[in-house]
Structure formats: C-alpha cells, structure tokens
C-alpha cells in the first residue's frame, strides 16, 4: 500500500534519509542515492537529506564527541541524521523530542539496527542534556562550523583570502530559483506581468532573467510547457551572450556554434534562442543526450545532436570549424553546492587536479576547431581558481594565437567584489562560476571568419 507523503511516519523519512546519506559516503552522488527511495517517500526524504548534507561537518563533530568509538556504518549514519537535524534549534524541523523519538524508533524498526537502538537514544539524551556545551566544544572545530571539508575550507582560504567566509556561507543558503525567458516568445516584462497575474513575484535580471521571489512547480509558471521560459541560474545565463557578443554574423553562410559538454541542454537552448546559427551539441554520455533533445522540443529549437568525446574530436568532427564554441568543462561543481549539498562531502581533494587536468585537455583539443576570428567561452561552475583562473594562465603560455577578451571571470556567490574582480555581479542571486573569452588570433596567409 502506499503512503501518502503527509501521512509517512517521521521514522520512515529518517530510515531513508540514513540510507540516502550512507550511500554517499560510500561514493554515490545524491542525485543516485535519491533514485533507490520510494517515490512517494522521496520529497520528504530530500528535504531532509538537503539540511543533513547542510549540517554534516557539525553533526560529525558532535558524534564524535558523543562516541569517540565510531559505530557501524548504518547506526552511525542514523545518528548524525539526527545530529544534524536536532542541532540548530531555530533552523530545526520538528521538536527536540519528537526527531529523538522518532530517530530511536526508525533504529527499532531497521533490522539491524535494533541492537543499536539503546545506544542511538543514549546519545541523543545526552547531546540534549548538555547541548550548549557539546556546540561550543564543536564550534572550535573548522568543519563543523562551516559545514565543509576541512581541505575544501583551506583552499577557499588560499583562492579567495578575503572573501572565503562569504563563500561558505552562501554556499548553506537555500539556492533561488531563476528563470530565462524565450527571447524568440514572449520578453522579461511581459512575462512578469503574466507571473503577476498567476500570483507569483518576480524581478528582472538582466535582459532574459527573472528572479521569483519564491521557488514554484515549473507547471505553475505560465507557458513552461510551451517553452516560453526555461529555470536556469543567473550565472548559467551569462554563457549565451559571453559567446555570442560581439561575433559578427557571417553573410554568406550560416554560423557554426559548438556547445561542448552539452547536457542537459540549458545552454543549447538560450544559444538558439540568440541566435540563428547552427548548433552542434555534443555530450560523452548518450544516456544524457535524449534530455537534451527534450528541453529543446519544450522550447521549439533544434540542433543536431552528437555523442562523443570533447577531447577526441577525430572521432565526431566532420573537419568544419567553428565560429563558436562554448566549453562547460566537468568540474568539481564547487560553486553550486547550494543547489547540491551532497558534492562538498563526496568530493576529495584529488578530484581537483584530476578535473583540471581533463580540463586542459578538451580545451587544448578544441582550440584547433575554432576558426581564426572565432570566440571559445571556457567555462566551469567551481569557485577554485585551479579550475578557472589558473587555467586560463597555462592555456594562453602554450597558445599564443588565443587573446583574452573581457571576462566574467571568477564569479562569487552572493557577495560583491571590487571592479576588476568581476565584471558583472550586479544582484548576486547566482552560483559560484568562472568565465573566459578568448578569440583566435589570425595566422598570416589564413583567411579570417
């Protein structure tokens, strides 16, 4: 039989959500580890899951303290849940009393995890006891106060001296929801006025965003199912028009536009909505290429879709360059964690320098598709300069046909930076990102786009 959410008992969320947070310490991204939970259960337990990943570095802090003999996997998971939810008492969801009974009983009802169910509840008694004392030992501990990896805190320490702070607490904020009108429908003031007829508030951001003054089902957004808007952050938003401006449009012949690193798609679809070239997108995993192809149906655009390698051209490129390529590269998706709570602990440190290796090299197999004249956007969604700025330094040592045009660069959520820092972080309702320009420099005797 199945349970409607509002009447799923809490000890069955909290069950879930500790096989949820498990799965992740174990290597699974949060987005797989969803996937295993019920479907009716599954809005409560991410809501959960999202303010334990939140709180993760205190809960752990707060075990320790507790039970400096770590339990099993699953009873350990179990009990910084509720660390993690029980903590904070004006950021909690439900009562002291109530999750502490709730989480003894889940370990009652979880197999196994009967025999640990008097050591869970003994643990949780005595963090209430003597809570003021246990969060001002654990507010010493780096981790648990800011809720991130020790090393992630190091590096923001070192790539942004004076703004990592900022960083970080952002970075435990609820993300807004932001939306991108279809320039080729409808225009950002006639699609407020129709959100304030629906009953939703709005503010405009730049010439094709909209920040909603609170999150909504896409289906309660007027025209989402006739591609008149697409939810897209601020930051994702700037992609389009960094590529584009000022490429002039050739008269002859249709232009040529890559979209690298394509999926889902956000991005394909604004570059068609700004443009009347020819799109290629291109996305390594095939599984992900059919996502694609739905939200540019949603949105009446079309591109010619491809599975491949970037950093293989030789197996996908039919030898044609390109006027325009737009490089979204993988990365350790550190500037989006809002949105994904679960990155900061499934990632390691290593992990850096393995993505930016990666990086280099589809930048450094793309570069010779461009044609001379020609604009490549290298762009990530990570706040380490490893991955953005100090990226771009090696790439234009070893190519001295690529100039640097002006840039976003490294943008900073939430906070404001000095000019020069960044070019535009005019609302600072965005993610963490980082932008490049280059254009090819002609080589003599070559033609010019």
């Not at 320039?183 to 003031?189: A, D, E, P």
Request: glycine residues 6%; charged residues 20%; positive net charge.
């Amino acid at each position: 039989m199945t349970i409607s959410p509002e009447k799923t008992p809490l000890w069955r969320q909290l069950q879930e959500v500790a096989k949820v947070i498990d799965a992740v310490r174990r290597g699974s991204s949060g987005t797989l580890a969803m996937d295993a939970v019920p479907a009716d259960l599954r809005p409560g337990v991410q809501s959960l899951a999202f303010q334990v990943w939140r709180n993760w570095g205190r809960a752990t802090a707060l075990r320790e303290l507790l039970a400096p003999r770590k339990p099993a996997p699953a009873a350990d998971a179990l009990l910084c849940v509720a660390l993690a939810l029980v903590w904070h008492e004006s950021g909690a969801s439900y009562d002291a009393f109530t999750l502490v009974n709730q989480t003894v009983e889940a370990a009652k009802r979880g197999g196994p995890l009967q025999r640990q169910a008097n050591f869970i509840n003994a643990c949780l008694r005595r963090f209430l006891r003597e809570r003021a004392s246990l969060i001002a030992q654990t507010d010493r501990d780096l981790q648990a106060r800011w809720n991130h990896p020790l090393w992630w805190i190091r590096r923001l320490q070192n790539d942004h001296p004076r703004h990592w702070e900022s960083i970080l607490n952002a970075a435990n904020e609820h993300a807004p929801m932001t939306v991108r009108v279809n320039r080729r429908k409808t225009n950002v003031h006639a699609y407020l006025d129709l959100l304030a007829q629906a009953g939703i508030a709005g503010q405009a951001l730049g010439a094709s965003g909209i920040l909603l003054e609170r999150a909504v089902p896409v289906q309660a957004l007027p025209y989402f199912s006739e591609g008149w808007i697409s939810v897209q952050d601020a930051a994702a938003q700037m992609a389009a028009p960094l590529l584009l401006g000022g490429l002039p449009v050739p008269a002859d012949r249709q232009m040529r536009i890559l979209d690298a690193c394509a999926a889902p798609g956000g991005k394909t679809g604004h570059l068609l909505e700004l443009s009347d070239g020819a799109v290629i997108a291109l996305e390594i995993d095939g599984q992900r290429v059919p996502r694609i192809a739905q939200n540019l149906s949603r949105l009446g655009l079309s591109a010619l879709l491809r599975t491949g390698d970037a950093s293989q051209p030789q197996t996908w490129w039919d030898g044609v360059p390109f006027d325009a390529i737009l490089l979204d590269a993988p990365c350790t998706a550190s500037g989006i964690v809002r949105r994904h709570p679960d990155v900061r602990w499934l990632r390691r440190e290593s992990d850096i320098g393995q993505l930016a290796a990666l990086q280099a090299r589809i930048l450094q197999a793309l570069w010779p598709l461009l044609m001379p004249g020609g604009h490549l956007v290298y762009a990530t969604c990570s706040v380490f300069r490893q991955e953005g700025s100090a990226q771009v330094q090696t790439f234009l040592a070893h190519n001295t046909d690529a100039r640097l045009l002006p840039s976003v660069g490294h943008l900073i959520p939430q906070i404001s930076l000095e000019a020069g820092d960044v070019r535009d972080n005019q609302a600072t309702h965005h993610d963490g990102f980082f932008y490049a320009l280059f254009q090819k420099q002609p080589v003599p005797g070559q033609p010019v786009r």
